[in-house]
């Protein structure tokens, strides 16, 4: 069965750095997009990174210049580098799979991310 596992939240003050990490298995990594959202109480999910199996990568406008997407396709890994974090980042993150043209699609449990000083 396919399994996203996140891990790597927490409590960060403002200005700070935080990497999210993303275990799959189960599926064949190397052929699916991955992505990270983003869901704060009250709020909709929202795409905040995804990367492509060709390696590109897009950004919500919001963290572009402080949020790095990145997979390790060996590791079967996904990670989203946080720098320079804001209050207004808090919320839980989800890691996410697809495959292009497939309809089937894999969410992780999700991390908590809490900026506060």
């Known amino acids: 069965q396919v399994q996203l596992v996140e891990s790597g939240g927490g409590l960060v003050q403002p200005g700070g750095s935080l990497r999210l990490s993303c275990a799959a298995s189960g599926l064949p990594f190397t052929i699916y997009d991955l992505s990270w959202y983003s869901q704060a109480p009250g709020k909709q999910r929202e795409l905040v990174a995804a990367i492509t199996t060709g390696g590109r990568t897009n950004y919500e406008d919001s963290v572009k210049g402080r949020f790095t997407v990145s997979r390790d396709n060996a590791k079967k890994m996904v990670y989203l580098q946080m720098n320079s974090l804001k209050p207004e980042d808090t919320a839980v993150y989800y890691c996410?799979?697809?495959?292009?043209?497939?309809?089937?699609?894999?969410w992780g449990q999700g991390t908590q991310v809490t900026v506060s000083s």
């Open positions: 996410h799979a697809t495959r292009w043209g497939i309809s089937v699609d894999y």
